[in-house]
């Protein structure tokens, strides 16, 4: 018996041996499957440097230079986002400081990119959220006078406009010291003006100070606005430093509209007027373009025949070759003023060859309701063919300073 128990034991021992060998046969067979299915990534996902990444940006499309990422990267953006995003990104829509944004796919990861370079989404540019300098305070051409910044707003309900007067800069008077003050007025009434506080001591005067005119809609836009800053001497005496003229017939003034504006000071003409009155314009020759620009900036001392609202006043700019009319434009015109103001603009195609031969005519006109339109005067700039003194200077410094707006006074005649 002992030797039967014996022979059990040896037998129940072996299928308990041959069991374990087979459990674990089983579970290295299976670790084994499982490390040929499984594929482990190499290395991390690294950034790299937005040079090492898009290159040539000044081609039409950003090519993408190969990295160092050996698979494949998993999505890092939902599908349809990622669709959305390419499809904004064919269209080059401008962000709001006027670089080109979009979203590009890469190996089914997402990078952001535009002019400067690219970055993993997630990251910050920086350079987007740079707001522009504002250099009205610190750029100032050579020559200036001063400058002047003020606001204006129109009241719809009550017809009133209202001007706010800020700050004036660098201003340049007579002496070493400064005590400036404004008078504004709204042209064409240069009967009234309101004055502001005079600032003891001071070249760059703060004001803060507002001010109301009544008028009504219909008329709001054949105003303008203008300013004349002073300087007050120890004597009380006042020594005019410069003035700003600004027309409202081009801004949108509404009740929740308040435009802040800066203007150069400009000197005033203090020569009295010529017997038929003056014209101020710009001249501007682009030889790239075929160019000619003028520029009707304002009359004064014009000797009207009727000085009421019925009576308009406007220029027209006639453009010649070889005494031949060519082409006109005409001005809006301004209402019962001896000194209208309009500062309006004109091209006309002329290319350089026909400069010798070409000239401008300026004609100053009155239209006067149920009347025949009178000639109030007009002057004539060109070449030596055409014309003498300061209106040949014009021409001549116009065609010296390509693409430089050259402004001048001529005085106005009635021989044509």
Known sequence: TEQAVAVAGG?????????LIGITAYLLWKKFCCLLSYEKLTSPVTTTNANA????????????????????????????????????????TPNHQGTVMGIR???????????????VVGTINPELYKFPEDKSETDFPEGNIGRLWFAIEYEQESERLLVSLIKARKLQPPADSCSPFVKIYLLPDERSYLQSKTKR???????????????????LLQRTLKFLVY??????????????????????????????????LEKENLEPPSDYGDIQFSLSYNEYLSRLTVVVLRARGLKLREESHAASVYVKVS??????????????????????????TFSFKAYQTELDTASLSLSVLQSITGEKTHLVGHVVVGPFMYTRGKELEHWNEMISKPKELVKRWHALCLSM
């Open 231 to 264: 300087h007050v001497d120890k004597q009380k005496k006042h020594h005019l430093l410069g003035q700003v003229i600004f027309p409202l017939k081009n801004e949108t003034l509404t009740d929740d509209n308040k435009l802040v504006i800066w203007r150069d």
């Open 201 to 219: 001591k001071t070249l760059n005067p703060q004001f803060d100070e507002s001010f109301v005119f009544q008028v009504s809609s219909k008329m």
């Open 319 to 344: 453009l010649m070759n070889h005494n031949k009319f060519i082409k006109s434009k005409k001005t809006a015109a301004v209402l019962g003023s001896p000194n209208p103001v309009y500062n309006e």
């Open 105 to 119: 796919e890469r190996k089914g990861a997402c990078f952001l990119f535009h002019e400067a370079g690219a970055y």
């Open 11 to 19: 037998i129940i021992g072996g299928i308990l041996l041959f069991v």
């Open 53 to 92: 990444i898009f290159q040539d940006q000044s081609t039409s499309e950003i090519q993408v230079k190969s990295t160092s990422v050996t698979q494949e990267v998993p999505d890092c953006c939902p599908q349809k986002q990622q669709s959305d995003q390419l499809q904004s990104a064919t269209t080059n």
